[in-house]
C-alpha cells in the first residue's frame, strides 16, 4: 500500500468519529429531546477526543510525514496531504485536554445561553461567554500568532485571514454601505413586504420549500431537509447531505433559509464521490462556503427572473397571495430595513451587522472590552452603523449563536461569502450570459452546472484564493460587491 | 481514584462509540437518504470495531482484573464488574478479525435478503444464510460449550440459556397452544377485527399513540417516537429513548407497536439515572426486555379496562370508529388467527411462530438441515403447528430479518418473554388487585410504578433468574402464560 492510502486508510477511523459526531449534533438540533442533554455532551465531546487523539498520533504523523514525500507536484494526492498538513499543524498544537475541554464548555455554554436569550437575561450568560473568550485565549496561544490572538482563531475558518485582513475587507465596503443604507432609507420609493407575514400551514411551506430546493438542484436523494430552530447545513458524507430550516409566520424565513442552506448543500453535493470520507471532500473554506448559499439565496433567490418562474406556484400553495404582482414582489423582498437581527438582515445592511460583531469580537478576546460591557458597546455600534437601538438583549447581543460555541473569529467569514457570490456570478455570466432568461423558465441545471465545473467538483483540492483566481480571474475584490448591489438597489428604490 | 472508577472511566469511552453508534443506526432506519449507505456502512462498522478494540484493550483487561479485586460481596460496584466481565468474557473470545469479518459479512447478507425477500426468491438468498451459519458455527467454537453450538450462540441474548433449556421451555407450552389454538378455531364465536382496516390520517395516528404511550407513563421529556419501516426501540442514554411506529391501513400496527415499543422504552427509562452510561443501565437480557413489551402491548393494551378508557378517545380522533361497541373491540382486537407473519401475529399462536424457527435454526447450526431445505422444512412445520401452508418464501422463510443479521439463537427470547410478561402480571396483581379499576380509569402510574420498583430500577444489576425470583418468587414458569391465555381466550371465543 502506498504511503499516501496507508494514510487515508487512518483518517478514515478518524472521519468516522467525525461524522458520528456530525450525525450526534444534527439530531441534537433536530430532534433529541431534553432529557438527552447530558449524555450527548459527554458522548460529543468524548468522540471529539477521541478523533483528536488518533489524528495527532505519532502513527498518524509519521504516515503523514512520510506520504508528503512520496506526493508531488500538483497532484491529487499532493493537495490531500498538504490540506491534511494543514490540519494537522494547526491540531497538534492542540492539547488533547483543551479540545476536550473546550467541547464539553461550550455545550455547557450554549444550554446557559438558549435559557439567557429566551428570559432576556445577559447576566446569566456573562460568567459562560467570559469563559468562552477565556477559551479563545487559550486557543490563540496554543496556535500561536504575530500580531493579534484573533488571526490565530480565523485562520481555522479561513485559510489565511488575519484581523488585519478582515480591517481591509470591512474599510473597503464599510463607508459605501453605510451611505447606501441612508440613501435607500431616504428614497420616497419604499417597498412593502407586509405580504409576507402571516399564517402559513407548516405543511405547505415545508412543501414549498422542499419543491425550490429540489428545482435548483439539490438532490434529495442524496439528502433531506429537516426543522431546526437555528438553520444549518451539515453532512455524513458526499452522499448524505442535511439541510435544515425553519417555518414562521415570516414566509420568507423558510423560503430563503431553505435556498441559503441549499446552496451550502449543493457545494458539499458537488464533491467528488470518489473524495468521499477524506480530508479532498467538501467546501474548501468557510467563506468559500458562504458565498454559495448567499448566491442562491440572494442573487438567484431574490431575482426578478426567478420569481417570474416561481411566483404562480407560490400563489397556488398560499392564496393569500394572489393578490401580490411580480413587481410589488421582487421590491418586497428586497426590502432594505435596519433591523436588529442579523439572520433575518437583508443583503445590504448585512455586512453592517457583521462588523459590529467582528470589532466586538476583537475586542473581547484581547480585552480592550470586558463582557459585562457588552450590552453597552452592541447597542452602541447598532446606532452607528444602522442608525438604531435594540430594544433587549435577546435582540441585541444574546442574539447569536456563535459566541456560546467557542466559535470566535467564524463571523468576518460571512461577508467574505457576501462579497465572493457576486464576484463568481460576475464570472458565471461571462460564460452563460443569459441567466436572467433561464431563470425564468426555472432552468438552474446550467447554472449548477458551471458552479459545480469551477468550483464545488474541486472541494477542498486549492486554498481558497487559488480557486477563486481560477474561478473567477481574480483574488477576492470587494467592488463586484459594491457595483451588484448598487445596480440591483438602485433598482428597486429608483436612486 | 478507585479500579472501579477507573474501570468504569474506560468504559465512558466504549459506551460513547457504541451510543454514536446506536444513533447511526436509528437514523439509518428513520430518516437517512439512501445516498448515505455506502459510507454508513463504512463509519458503523470502523465505530464497532474501535469499540471492540477498546474494550479487549490489555488496559481495559487489567483494570477489570484489578477493580474485580477491589468490589466485593453483593455491592453495586461487584454487580457493575460481574456484568463487564461476562461481555468480556464474550468479547475476548472473538478474534477482532472474525468481529469486522461478521459485522460486514451480515451486513452485505442482510442486502441480498431484501432483495431475496422482495422477489420471492429463496435461491438468491441461500448462499448467503450458508455462509450466516458458517458463522454462527465458527463463532459457537470460538466461544465454546459443552453441549450443542446453539448454546454458544443464545447464551449471549439470554444469559444462562441453553438448547436444552429452550427445549424444556417449549415443551411446556406446544401441546397446550395447539391445543388452544384449535380449540380457538372451532369455535362459532369469531370476532371481527375488520374495523380496524381502512385509511387513517398518518397525523391522527401518530397524535393518537403518542397520547397513548404518554398515557401509560412513556416520558417524552426523556424520549420521542418516530417513523420505521421495521417499529424498533433505542436509547442512547438512560435520558434519551426512542421509539418508533409505522402507520398503515391496518390501525393495530401503529397502536399495538407503539404500545409494544413503549414497553421496552420504559424499560429503559426506568434505570436510575445514575448509573447513566454505565453496564448497569438498561434492560437486563432480551427476554426480561421482551416481557416489558408484551406485558404493556397485550396484557394492559388489549385488556378490555383499556379501552374502556381509551376507545372514546380513539373514536373521536377516527368517527370511522364510531360505532364500534367495546365488547366489539375488545373481542377484534384480541382475534386469534393462524397467519404466515409472526409480527402480526396474535398472543396465542405467536409462540408456535417461534418454536418453528427455533427449531430450524437448530437444525441449520448443527447441519441436521441443509439451507437448500429449509423452504420445505418451514412449509412442513407451519402445517403441523398452526395448520397452514405459506403460499410463497417470502411470508414463509425469508419473512424475517434475524438470520441475514447472523442473529441466531435470538427468536427463543421472544417467548421467553411473553411466558415471563403474564408471570409477572400475576405478582402485580398480588400487589394491586385493582389492576382492571384502575386502568379503567387511565391509571397508569401505580402499575409502571411496581414494575419500576421490581424490574426496571435495578437496570441489568442481578441475572435475569435472579431478577425474576425478587420480582415474582418463583423462576420462570411457563403455567402463568397458560393459565392466562386460557382464562383471556375462553372469555373472548366462549370456550
Chains 1, 2 share one sequence.
Not at 89 to 113: D, Q
Not at 226 to 243: Q, Y
Amino acid at each position: 500500500m502506498s504511503k499516501v492510502n496507508e494514510l487515508k486508510e487512518r483518517l478514515f477511523d478518524v472521519n468516522a468519529l467525525n461524522a458520528a459526531t456530525a450525525v450526534l449534533d444534527w439530531d441534537h438540533q433536530c430532534y433529541m429531546p431534553d432529557g438527552g442533554n447530558a449524555a450527548r455532551a459527554e458522548h460529543g465531546s468524548r468522540l471529539s477526543r477521541m478523533a483528536h487523539e488518533m489524528f495527532v498520533s505519532e502513527e498518524t504523523q509519521r504516515t503523514l510525514s512520510e506520504a508528503a514525500k512520496e506526493a508531488n507536484g500538483d497532484s491529487e494526492e499532493a493537495a490531500f496531504v498538504r490540506v491534511v498538513q494543514r490540519q494537522m499543524a494547526i491540531s497538534t498544537k492542540l492539547p488533547a485536554e483543551f479540545v476536550a475541554r473546550k467541547v464539553k464548555r461550550s455545550t455547557e455554554a450554549h444550554e446557559i445561553w438558549v435559557k439567557a436569550r429566551k428570559e432576556n437575561n445577559f447576566a446569566h450568560f456573562a460568567p459562560a461567554l467570559a469563559e468562552m473568550m477565556d477559551l479563545a485565549r487559550e486557543e490563540a496561544e496554543y496556535l500561536g500568532y504575530i500580531d493579534h490572538p484573533y488571526d490565530a482563531l480565523t485562520d481555522q475558518y479561513e485559510e489565511g485571514a488575519t484581523k488585519k485582513s478582515w480591517e481591509a475587507m470591512f474599510d473597503s465596503v464599510r463607508q459605501p454601505l453605510v451611505d447606501l443604507v441612508r440613501e435607500i432609507n431616504e428614497s420616497p420609493n419604499q417597498p412593502d413586504n407586509s405580504f409576507l407575514t402571516g399564517k402559513w400551514e407548516q405543511e405547505d411551506q415545508r412543501k414549498f420549500t422542499e419543491m425550490l430546493v429540489q428545482a435548483i438542484g439539490f438532490d434529495f436523494e442524496r439528502g433531506r431537509q429537516d426543522i431546526a430552530a437555528h438553520p444549518f447545513c451539515t453532512n455524513f458524507s458526499v452522499g448524505d447531505v442535511r439541510l435544515t430550516t425553519r417555518y414562521e409566520d415570516y414566509l420568507g424565513s423558510a423560503i430563503f433559509g431553505s435556498l441559503h442552506e441549499a446552496g451550502h448543500g449543493m457545494y458539499e453535493q458537488g464533491s467528488p464521490m470518489e473524495w468521499d470520507r477524506t480530508a479532498l471532500a467538501g467546501g474548501v473554506s468557510l467563506g468559500v462556503h458562504e458565498s454559495q448559499s448567499r448566491l442562491w439565496e440572494n442573487i438567484v433567490g431574490r431575482s426578478r427572473p426567478f420569481w417570474q418562474h416561481f411566483l404562480p406556484q407560490l400563489q397556488g400553495t398560499f392564496p393569500a397571495l394572489s393578490n401580490v404582482n411580480l413587481d410589488h414582489f421582487y421590491r418586497g423582498i428586497n426590502k432594505v430595513e435596519p433591523t436588529f437581527i442579523r439572520v433575518e438582515a437583508d443583503e445590504v445592511t448585512y455586512n453592517l451587522h457583521i462588523m459590529v460583531r467582528f470589532e466586538l469580537e476583537c475586542a473581547l478576546v484581547s480585552g480592550e472590552l470586558k463582557v459585562a460591557d457588552l450590552p453597552e458597546a452592541w447597542n452602541e455600534k447598532y446606532n452607528s452603523y444602522l442608525g438604531i437601538t435594540p430594544t433587549s438583549d435577546s435582540v441585541g447581543c444574546l442574539q447569536d449563536v456563535h459566541w456560546s460555541a467557542a466559535l470566535i473569529g467564524y463571523f468576518p467569514t460571512y461577508s467574505k461569502g457576501n462579497l465572493l457570490s457576486y464576484q463568481i456570478w460576475n464570472a458565471l455570466q461571462k460564460d452563460i450570459p443569459n441567466t436572467d432568461e433561464l431563470m425564468a423558465k426555472g432552468h438552474f441545471k446550467p447554472i449548477l452546472d458551471w458552479l459545480i465545473d469551477k468550483i464545488y467538483r474541486h472541494g477542498s483540492r486549492y486554498q481558497p484564493e487559488v480557486l477563486m483566481e481560477m474561478a473567477t480571474g481574480e483574488r477576492m475584490n470587494p467592488e463586484h460587491y459594491l457595483k451588484g448591489i448598487r445596480a440591483k438597489y438602485a433598482g428597486v428604490y429608483s436612486l
